[in-house]
């Protein structure tokens, strides 16, 4: 779905250019699930407007669903292919109701009413949105707002959705449901790189990609980066407390493989 090789972007600041992402390597297949994170300003939110063709490379080579993202045209045309799920909910509403707003994105792909009404009441019953349909986008909830948002990408059909800290304003509950909303349409075989710098939802990706300075300094499985790797320590991470049981159990002699990294496995190693 994903191809980077050395891929770079730099941006003009007056006379200079500045290095924003320095030769980032990254794969993702179809139907993955990746997390990305890193601190502010490490580059996240520069690799996702590359991806979504809003950043042209500036070196190195990117394809994006077969794409090459170095073509303007094809830099248009990814996003049929790629949708992305903001952090602020109430920034990606331009509806009134919820079906106004699913509407929209599919008027603009000129969709005949009869597909579009089938597939807006489809993909709201699909967030659990089907009842308020009509209602008043103001009265929804920050979470019934970022499902709303997640409704408006599945309606376009894409291969590939990215959540830029979707959860990141959402209080815990709200926080749960938009994350489980996007492993269910993962396990339906939607590709998702999912951006957070929440420890528990790194703890359940399968695979984690860290960015710092604009570089890829990891990418690879959890255990790994919190059991067996120096890098959440060096960037001032603060381990979880299921991590930090782990790594007693860790000292104690217990395999890699052993090592709990939710509440839900530490129930079931101990």
């Not at 710098?197 to 499985?221: C, F, H, K, N, T």
Request: aromatic share 6%; with cysteine; net charge neutral.
């Amino acid at each position: 779905m994903i191809r980077a090789n050395n891929l770079t972007l730099s941006l003009r600041d007056g006379q200079r250019r500045l290095p924003i992402l320095r030769d980032i390597s990254i794969f993702i297949g179809r139907g993955e699930w990746v997390a990305l994170t890193g601190a502010n300003g490490c580059g996240k939110s520069s690799l996702i407007r590359t991806l979504t063709g809003l950043n042209p490379p500036t070196g190195g080579s990117l394809s994006a669903a077969g794409l090459d993202l170095r073509s303007p045209e094809n830099r248009t045309a990814v996003k049929r292919h790629i949708q992305l799920v903001f952090q602020n909910p109430e920034a990606q509403t331009v509806g009134s109701t919820p079906f106004e707003d699913v509407a929209f994105g599919l008027e603009n792909r000129g969709l005949s009413r009869s597909s579009m009404l089938t597939r807006i009441e489809t993909v709201l019953r699909q967030v659990g949105l089907a009842r308020k349909a009509e209602a008043d986008v103001s009265t929804l909830s920050g979470g019934e707002r970022q499902r709303l948002a997640v409704a408006c990408c599945l309606a376009l059909e894409p291969e590939m959705i990215i959540f830029d800290e979707a959860t990141s304003m959402l209080d815990p509950a709200g926080r749960r449901d938009i994350f489980s909303l996007a492993q269910s349409l993962w396990r339906q075989g939607t590709t998702v790189l999912w951006v957070t710098q929440r420890m528990e939802e790194l703890a359940e990706s399968p695979r984690i990609a860290v960015m710092e300075e604009g570089r890829m300094q990891y990418d690879g499985d959890p255990r790994t980066l919190f059991y067996q790797n120096e890098l959440p320590e060096r960037l001032g991470w603060e381990p979880a407390p299921v991590i930090r049981i782990g790594r007693l159990l860790q000292s104690q002699g217990w395999p890699l493989h052993c090592l709990p990294l939710t509440e839900q496995e530490l129930e079931v190693v101990l």
